[in-house]
């Protein structure tokens, strides 16, 4: 689901994030809504936006927990998520995969390109 034209670009690029790590702070969601945009409609649109696209809401980083094997979902819809994870890792910049790749803890992406970064973080 494409975020709603109503909701701010900053959003869009924050539902990426998302998508691809799993989660989005309450903070950021703030952050990514402005003053302008957080008006009740437009925070009930956003919150839909991210369960829509099955990402957890947090209050902080580190609540944030990856499922454990029971949780996880089958493997066919595992394999889908990784086709749609490295379609919304290309729409991400050079940098944000790069913030990413350090945020999952990975070694030597500072030299890769973005291909290369794509493939890394797809595993």
């Known amino acids: 689901m494409k975020a709603d034209k109503l909701i701010s670009k900053s959003f869009e690029k924050l539902l990426e994030r998302g998508k691809a790590r799993g989660f989005i702070t309450h903070e950021e969601l703030k952050k990514s809504l402005g003053k ?11 919150v839909l936006n991210i369960f829509d696209n099955l990402i957890t809401l947090v209050k902080q980083k580190s609540d944030f927990k990856v499922k454990t094997k029971e949780e996880a979902p089958k493997a066919e819809k595992v394999e889908e998520s990784k086709v749609e994870a490295a379609n919304d890792l290309s729409s991400m910049t050079v940098a944000e995969l790069k913030a990413l ?20 973080l797809s595993k």
């Not at 302008?36 to 956003?46: D, G, Q």
């Not at 790749?101 to 890394?120: D, M, Q």
Request: aromatic share 4%.
């Open 36 to 46: 302008r945009n957080s008006t009740p409609e437009s925070l009930e649109k956003a």
């Open 101 to 120: 790749a350090k945020e999952r803890g990975l070694e030597g992406y500072t030299s890769l390109k973005k291909a290369e970064l794509i493939e890394v």
